[in-house]
C-alpha cells in the first residue's frame, strides 16, 4: 500500500512518440520530485516542485517536461527519446518544512515508477 | 559535489547469517535516511538517522550514524529471504534534495 501512486507502470514507445507519465501523491504533501533510475548508477534527481513551483531542473533535456498543477499531482511530459532513455522514472513526495522550522530530513516517499522502454 | 560510497555493491548469502553493509562519504549530513527497494517498486523509507553516533534499531536491522555523520552503517542480524532487496542510503546536507548512493543488492537465499 503505498501513498504515491504512478501511471502507467510499463511503457514502451518509439522515438518520435509523445507520452506522458503522472504521478499522484495522497499524503498532503508540498513537495514532488521526479527522479531517473538506471543501472548500476545512483538514483538522479530530475525535478523538484514545492507548493507546485519547480525549484530545481538538473540539467535534463529538453525532451522532458514536467508540469505540476497542484500540490497533489505531478506530470512528466516526454517527446522525441533517445534509447539511453529508457530507464524506471520514479516519483516521490515530501513534507518540506516552512520558514524556520527546524531541520529538514526530507523524507521522501516513492511510488512505484514507470519502467520505460524507448525502442 | 557529494558522492555516497556504498559497499559492498553485492551480496548473496544463506538464510540466518548476519551482514553488513556501508554508507561512506566525505562530506558531513544533517541527516541520513536508509531504504529498502524491491524488484519493481520504488524505495521504501525504513529509518532516518539524525545525530552522530546515533544507533537505532527495527527488529532485527541496526542502524548507525558515524559520529561525524559522514557515514553509515546496516547490519542485519539472522537475514531471512524476505530481506531481499536493494539497500539505499540518502544524504540530506539541510536542503531540499537528498543524495544517493547506488546501493547494495542483497539476496537471501532459503
Known amino acids: 500500500e503505498t501513498g504515491v501512486t504512478q501511471t502507467p507502470r510499463h511503457l514502451v514507445m518509439g522515438m518520435t512518440n509523445k507520452k506522458s507519465l503522472k504521478c499522484e501523491q495522497h499524503?498532503?504533501?508540498?513537495?514532488m520530485y521526479w527522479y531517473k533510475q538506471s543501472a548500476k548508477k545512483p538514483l538522479e534527481l530530475m525535478f523538484v516542485?514545492?507548493?507546485?513551483?519547480?525549484?530545481e531542473n538538473n540539467s535534463v533535456p529538453s525532451r522532458f517536461s514536467p508540469e505540476c498543477p497542484n500540490s497533489s499531482h505531478l506530470f512528466l511530459h516526454l517527446h522525441t527519446l533517445q534509447p539511453e532513455d529508457s530507464a524506471l522514472y520514479l516519483c516521490?513526495?515530501?513534507?518540506?518544512?516552512?520558514?524556520?522550522?527546524?531541520?529538514?530530513?526530507?523524507?521522501?516517499?516513492f511510488g512505484p515508477g514507470t519502467r520505460l522502454t524507448v525502442l | 559535489t557529494q558522492l555516497l560510497e556504498q559497499s559492498p555493491q553485492f551480496l548473496s548469502i544463506q538464510e540466518g547469517e548476519n551482514l553488513t553493509v556501508y554508507c561512506n562519504s566525505s562530506?558531513?549530513?544533517?541527516?541520513l535516511q536508509w531504504y529498502r527497494q524491491e524488484p519493481g517498486e520504488g524505495p521504501v523509507l525504513l529509518v532516518t538517522?539524525?545525530?552522530?553516533?546515533e544507533v537505532k534499531k527495527l527488529k532485527r536491522l541496526t542502524f548507525q550514524f558515524g559520529d561525524a555523520r559522514k557515514d553509515s552503517s546496516l547490519h542485519i542480524t539472522a537475514a531471512q529471504p524476505g530481506d531481499t532487496g536493494l539497500y539505499l542510503c540518502?544524504?540530506?546536507?539541510?536542503?531540499?534534495?537528498?543524495?544517493f548512493g547506488k546501493g547494495t543488492m542483497l539476496l537471501v537465499s532459503p
Open positions: 538517522v539524525v545525530t552522530g553516533g
Open positions: 540518502a544524504g540530506n546536507s539541510g536542503y531540499s534534495t537528498l543524495t
Open positions: 562530506s558531513v549530513f544533517s541527516s
Open positions: 499524503l498532503g504533501h508540498n513537495a
Open positions: 516521490a513526495s515530501s513534507q518540506e518544512k516552512v520558514g524556520s522550522g527546524g531541520p529538514v530530513h526530507n523524507e521522501q516517499f
Open positions: 516542485y514545492n507548493f507546485k513551483e519547480q525549484t
